[in-house]
T-cell receptor
Framework: QKEVEQNSGPLSVPEGAIASLNCTYS??????FFWYRQYSGKSPELIMS????GDKEDGRFTAQLNKASQYVSLLIRDSQPSDSATYLC??????????FGSGTKLNVKP | EPEVTQTPSHQVTQMGQEVILRCVPI?????FYWYRQILGQKVEFLVS????????KSEIFDDQFSVERPDGSNFTLKIRSTKLEDSAMYFC????????????FGDGTRLSIL
């Protein structure tokens, strides 16, 4: 069983701060990594993907991947109350099967 | 922007009955998936489908479950002899080929077993 671990939170940050979300995975063969945001009662929506070591930036979001340490993180700069949601880390195995972490709940306080 | 559509949005069924959940993936996508999310729990992989056959399935996806792509657009999940513990949100997703291609999720079907 492949494991994808996330701190369940809640992670509370003030508006305008940087939120840092982390994810570790168990299988070194993992190919690609995705961050999704899920609002309560809604489906996951993609924030960004990453598959090479290093940083990848998209607007206020930066994904960081370290395959040697088997972790992937998501930084949210200038956090807004609308960013309050559960953030899901997803890992792709065998080019076809995704495993999700249990998610980290983020609260951004105005 | 093209999207994955799921019907119905909410299905209420008596225990022991069969249900069929329907999905229309994005038209040029090649991989199709079903996931389950029990209230307050994680998104759980059920099955993936590629080239008209199941390519991966989880331990959850036992003989009670089946998937079908009956025509060029629909992708269905059938649950036979439903149990109370089948109550959950069921998400369909699709993606293009390629390791960096993400899944695109439908809005889900909330299945309630009474």
């Amino acid at each position: 069983q492949k494991e994808v671990e996330q701190n369940s939170g809640p992670l509370s940050v003030p508006e305008g701060a940087i939120a840092s979300l982390n994810c570790t995975y168990s299988d070194r063969v993992s190919q690609s990594f995705f961050w999704y945001r899920q609002y309560s009662g809604k489906s996951p929506e993609l924030i960004m993907s990453i598959y090479s070591n290093g940083d990848k930036e998209d607007g206020r979001f930066t994904a960081q991947l370290n395959k040697a340490s088997q972790y992937v993180s998501l930084l949210i700069r200038d956090s807004q109350p609308s960013d309050s949601a559960t953030y899901l880390c997803a890992v792709l195995y065998n080019f076809n099967k995704f495993y999700f972490g249990s998610g980290t709940k983020l609260n951004v306080k105005p | 922007e093209p999207e994955v559509t799921q019907t119905p949005s909410h299905q209420v069924t008596q225990m022991g009955q069969e249900v069929i959940l329907r999905c229309v993936p994005i038209s040029n996508h090649l991989y199709f998936y079903w996931y389950r999310q029990i209230l307050g729990q994680k998104v759980e992989f059920l099955v993936s489908f590629y080239n008209n056959e199941i390519s991966e399935k989880s331990e959850i996806f036992d003989d009670q479950f089946s998937v079908e792509r009956p025509d060029g657009s629909n992708f269905t999940l059938k649950i036979r002899s439903t149990k109370l513990e089948d109550s959950a949100m069921y998400f369909c997703a699709s993606r293009e080929d390629g390791r960096d291609q993400p899944q695109h999720f439908g809005d889900g079907t909330r299945l309630s077993i009474l």
